[in-house]
């Protein structure tokens, strides 16, 4: 049969004969020939995987910018005219901007590279009767696996002898807990995660043995399908991309249309047209504030940094930013919100129940015999074994966690089994459901059990009852099945303990065929262990503060709809009233139906990985911005389409490579933290952005109103590039150093379609800035027509113009370090990068102004003391005006508070 039609079988609803005849394989396995050929044509057990992402990739990356478009531009037409003095700082600008975002994302992305532990795995398989080991890229479709504790299943297959085999699935389904494995087929409509008789690539095997015939190697897997799904999920713009792009096309447009009315106005003068293309080369200069890319790009990389020192790498650099508009988290409960291990939560007896963490050693213990009884059971009736000296645990989840605990109180199992050794054990299996371990006690024998509550339950007649022994009556049944049901409705995993007294063995211990139904009868009920998977100690904090901060927290699990509840509650989490929603009610939503249950639902259980898919992209359809976190391979797909992709370092690979952010460690709580960076970086862009943008409005203004007046242009165009060399450069990159949060998580997300201009911007740039350009215009205008009596020369006026324009940008660049705070409240003395900036840019000032070299390239000339006054005085002006605006809406927002309160 062809590949093709094997996609279309279902494996698990086949014996295990019908199955070797579709992959033409036996028990005996394939003959080497056989094998190679089937190597050749189906290609090797890998998955398809995407070219790296080069360097020059990386590089040319950096270009996919509209604010890089605009400069390139600007830079053609300058050179097209002459003017290359002009083209060469815009392009110096592109290349700076360029270089910073390379060396940021090539780092991440080394870092990244890092991680990757690159080693060939080898399997055991069998091949014409003779058992051998092999690379893991050489199983084929037919193989037969040998599996084995410890082992990571390569390929996709169906079980056909199994002895008590247990795979942890969590890296393909989010299940937590080992799956009890079967030869027994399973009905045709049975969702993955309950698929008994498979086995699938990607997985571990916790316990036991087994075989299994491959049916799917490489993309054909379950894990491939899960790739191919990465493939195709559209990651998108990032909201700042978004952002940016509206900014650069408002700005392209304003300045065509300005250069436009210039050449007209221009034209109808009489004027001379080279004068007048100048001009408009001018306008362009002062309109395009070629510092405002490399800005954003420094602060993107500053903050990308500190991300990283909270233990976050980001592998994209606008990722960063994108952190700060996420107005939902969609998280894999499963070892993201818990630890992804079980712990021995309580025990509970007929007399009352009790948490072993609260114990404090064997005296306690001891006062307590029906829990010190229990305890005694696990750790007996148990096949885990945990190092003395390195404490590294392997077996079962839960009976690692008894012999943790009892390791906690100072109970010792080799002291116990040393008092009861051993003699023989009937295995746990997926078909009992429970396992019995019998142990020489004296002269008689003692028989310890464990496994599923109804099933050990039902073989008990007596019950453990503070020390005493008695008969279980029809009451005591009935309370007992009621504890049981409510622990199960709680999220915990629950077993049942039970032991009996043999003064006689009907069989010999010795002996393989034993009859356990001669002993395994008439058991003493001891009482329940309840185990969960437990929050991670930061996890309510975390879930509080993204509440706090307008952040939606949503669960996407694949464990059982009781345990996400659980765990839902315990968060505190708000699971609205549809309640948790199930994968069984995903797959007959419409996606509209869906894109209205996510405006609500907060909890989503036993879901696959296209239902996690499905989820992201409704969210984002009603205009969420979504982080999603995961490590498994199942969140990969999710990861991609999300506008952040957050994996942990315990992750995958294929989610490492899917994610912008890979957390260096487990620790949940770095997410908030680096929400919260991603939040001032936003502010710290705003801050960078009304700087700049200021200085381009001052430029425009005395540009314009010199031609509309018939005065002399009131700046050159290489006096527009000095200014925005010196005030686009150094001050503005400081904004990246800045920390004032100005309480960033008590804001609610900044939304998609919002602009990165606020009103409080506008109110800045045109309120202060029409006031404050008026007059510097109406100086001008006095100044130009009184030369002679000022006893000035228009390269005076203009040096003078200069040193305005830098001084009060410096000035203000004091008061956008807090859009919230007045000046004297702001602690200036937090970010020395900015006085370093402002030391620069003033010795480049007194260098243009005082230099002869610099006077002749910008046509500038020295400034008597008098003339810094005026500086000084226009300076003051613009900082008050800027305080007055700032304070009239920190009012307007106490207010807004107050009313809502």
């Not at 398989?125 to 390569?154: C, F, H, M, Q």
């Not at 999603?628 to 942990?648: E, H, Q, V």
């Not at 807090?818 to 402002?838: D, E, R, W």
């Amino acid at each position: 049969m062809n590949l093709e039609n094997l996609k279309e079988q279902l494996f698990h609803n086949l014996k295990a004969e019908a199955v070797f005849r579709l992959v033409n394989s036996s028990e005996a396995g394939l003959m080497p020939d056989e094998a190679k050929r089937r190597l050749l044509n189906d290609g090797p057990n890998v998955l398809a995987e995407e070219k790296p992402y080069s360097r020059s990739k990386i590089f040319f990356s950096q270009f996919k910018n509209p604010l890089i478009y605009i400069l390139l531009g600007a830079a053609a037409v300058s050179f097209a005219v002459g003017e290359h003095i002009d083209a060469q700082v815009i392009l110096g600008a592109v290349l700076i901007n360029v270089l910073i975002g390379f060396f940021q994302e090539d780092k991440a992305n080394e870092a990244l590279n890092k991680l990757k532990k690159i080693v060939e795995h080898r399997v055991h398989v069998r091949r014409n009767y003779r058992d051998v080991e092999i690379a893991s890229t050489d199983i084929v479709r037919g193989d037969i696996l040998i599996l084995k504790a410890g082992e990571i299943v390569p390929a996709d297959a169906r079980i056909f002898s199994e002895a008590d085999l247990e795979v942890n699935e969590a890296s393909l389904t989010g299940e937590s807990m080992a799956i009890s494995k079967t030869i027994q087929t399973s009905a045709a409509q049975t969702g993955l995660a309950d698929r008994k008789s498979m086995v699938y690539a990607g997985t571990n095997v916790v316990s036991g043995h087994g075989l299994a015939v491959v049916i799917a190697t490489g993309s054909m897997t379950e894990v491939g399908k899960i790739a191919e799904m990465v493939k195709a999920a559209e990651s998108g713009p990032t909201p700042l991309q978004q952002r940016l792009t509206r900014i650069s096309r408002n700005l392209g447009l304003s300045v065509m249309v300005i250069c436009l009315v210039i050449v007209a106005s221009g034209l109808i003068k009489g004027l001379d047209f080279l004068t007048i293309l100048l001009s408009a080369i001018a306008i362009s200069a002062a309109a395009i504030p070629e510092g405002l890319s490399v800005a954003v790009t420094v602060i993107l990389a500053i903050g990308m940094k500190h991300i990283v020192k909270k233990r976050a790498l980001i592998r994209r650099l606008l990722a960063a930013e994108t952190l700060g508009s996420i107005t939902a988290i969609c998280s894999d409960k499963t070892g993201t919100l818990t630890e992804g291990k079980m712990r021995l939560e309580e025990i509970v007896s007929y007399s009352g129940r009790l948490a072993p963490a609260k114990l404090s050693g064997p005296k306690d213990l001891s006062k307590l015999q029906d829990f010190m009884l229990a305890l005694k059971t696990g750790v007996l009736c148990n096949n885990a074994v945990i190092d003395n000296e390195t404490l590294k645990a392997s077996g079962l989840a839960l009976e690692v966690s008894f012999l943790r605990i009892a390791l906690d109180l100072g109970v010792s199992q080799a002291e116990l089994m040393k008092d009861e050794p051993r003699l023989t054990e009937l295995p746990f299996n997926s078909q009992r459901k429970f396992m019995i371990s019998l142990h020489r006690h004296g002269s008689s024998f003692s028989l310890y059990e464990k496994g599923a509550g109804e099933i050990v339950l039902a073989k008990c007649t007596h019950l453990e009852d503070a020390g005493d022994i008695r008969l279980i009556e029809k009451g005591d049944r009935e309370n007992i099945i009621g504890i049981y049901e409510n622990l199960t409705l709680s999220g915990l995993r629950v077993i049942a303990l039970a032991y009996r007294d043999v003064k006689k063995l009907p069989f010999d211990p010795d002996n393989e065929e034993k009859n356990w139904n001669l002993v395994d009868r008439e058991l003493t009920f001891i009482g329940f262990a309840a185990f969960k998977d437990p929050l991670r100690p930061e996890s309510k904090k975390t879930i509080a503060l993204c509440k706090n901060a307008g952040i939606r927290p949503i669960i996407i699990t694949g464990d059982h709809p009781n345990t996400a509840q659980a765990i839902a509650t315990e968060l505190r989490m708000d699971i609205g009233s549809a309640g948790v929603i199930s994968g069984e009610l995903l797959e007959k939503l419409t996606d509209q139906e869906l894109q209205e249950l996510v405006k609500t639902a907060a909890v989503y259980a036993r879901v696959s990985p296209n239902h996690k898919l499905r989820i992201v992209n409704a969210l984002k359809k009603n205009g969420e911005v979504v982080a999603m976190t995961g490590d498994g391979l199942n969140d990969s797909p999710a990861l991609k389409a999300a506008d952040i992709g957050i994996c942990l370092g315990s992750g995958t690979e294929v989610a490492k490579e899917t994610a912008d952010i890979v957390l260096l460690d487990d620790n949940f709580s770095v997410i908030v933290s680096a929400i919260r960076q991603g939040r001032i970086i936003f502010d710290n862009i705003r801050k960078s952005v009304t700087y700049l943008i200021s200085d381009c409005f001052s430029e425009i203004i005395l540009i314009l109103g010199s031609i509309f007046f018939n005065l002399p242009l009131a700046l050159l165009p290489t006096q527009i590039l000095w200014i925005n060399i010196l005030n686009d450069g150094f001050p503005s990159f400081s904004m990246a150093f800045e920390t004032n949060d100005d309480g960033v998580m008590q804001r609610k997300p900044i939304k998609r379609s919002e602009s990165i201009f606020n009103k409080e911007m506008k109110a800045l740039l045109f309120g202060v800035g029409l006031v404050r350009e008026s007059i510097l215009f109406v100086g001008y205008y006095y100044c130009a027509t009184h030369l002679a009596d000022l006893g000035w020369s228009l390269a005076y006026l203009r040096t003078l113009l200069v040193s305005i324009l830098i001084i009060k940008s410096i000035s203000a660049i004091f008061s956008l370090r807090s859009f919230s705070l007045p000046i004297h409240k702001i602690k200036q003395l937090t970010n020395p990068y900015l006085f370093l900036a402002i030391g620069i840019d003033l010795v480049l000032l007194a260098a243009a102004v005082y230099l002869p070299f610099l006077n002749n390239l910008l046509k500038t000339e020295p400034l008597a003391a008098s003339a810094w006054l005026i500086v000084i005085a226009v300076s003051v002006i613009n900082l008050g005006l800027m305080e007055m605006v700032k304070a009239y809406f920190v009012r307007q927002a106490n207010s807004t508070k107050k009313r809502l309160a």
